[in-house]
């Protein structure tokens, strides 16, 4: 079994070698996550150019579904991106909680796109990972819908997608892109409490104003 000095000083090496294309795309990707922890709407232009490289690797790596996951990034990006601009004379969308209606498309995301994907990775891919893969895009899909919506839930389906994001991408040889999901999974539990405080600060204000 290899000692953990060993593993650090494999890891190293692997990073080190790292081409220079994947750095950017990560670069971009912590950014992005950290403005949309901030609840800023430049996220979605650094979220566009990490998701654009993130597909280039993905598809190197052969993990096709989280290839069309980021594929559906870049749609719900843009779609977000729109959603959330301030519009002449009106405010922007404020972030809150999902409504039964919310919870319903999520579940209908995740319930029917976990199958879908599994069937078409395990059917028409050489994909070694099918299960694995299309669990990890099903739960990110209705993750990112919520965001698109400003919905606080978002962190929490994205977090489940992270948590297992994090050992597929490692099992794949993409360290640098396990490390990034996993500051991604940090900055989306501070995130969900930062979103629960603006919209307890908001929800207190209009209280005070009636």
Request: glycine content about 6%.
């Amino acid at each position: 079994m290899m000692k953990l000095n060993e593993w650090i000083h494999q890891l190293g090496a692997e990073l080190t070698a790292t081409p220079l294309l994947h750095w950017i795309g990560v670069g971009c990707g912590i950014v992005q996550v950290l403005l949309a922890k901030a609840n800023n709407i430049l996220l979605y232009p650094f979220g566009i150019a990490s998701i654009l490289i993130t597909v280039y690797v993905l598809y190197d790596a052969g993990l096709y579904a989280e290839l069309l996951l980021n594929m559906y990034y870049l749609v719900m990006s843009i779609y977000g991106w729109l959603y959330w601009v301030k519009r002449r004379g009106a405010a922007p969308v404020p972030a809150s909680y999902s409504s039964r209606k919310d919870w319903l498309i999520t579940l209908l995301i995740t319930g029917l796109g976990f199958p879908t994907l599994y069937y078409a990775l395990a059917c028409f891919t050489d994909s070694t990972v099918p299960v694995w893969d299309a669990w990890v895009s099903a739960t990110a899909w209705a993750g990112m819908w919520l965001l698109a919506k400003r919905k606080i839930e978002n962190w929490i389906l994205l977090n489940i997608s992270n948590a297992f994001a994090i050992p597929l991408l490692a099992h794949k040889g993409l360290h640098l892109f396990a490390l990034l999901t996993l500051f991604l999974f940090i900055v989306a539990i501070f995130g969900y409490f930062e979103w629960r405080r603006i919209i307890g600060a908001r929800t207190k204000t209009l209280k005070d104003s009636i």
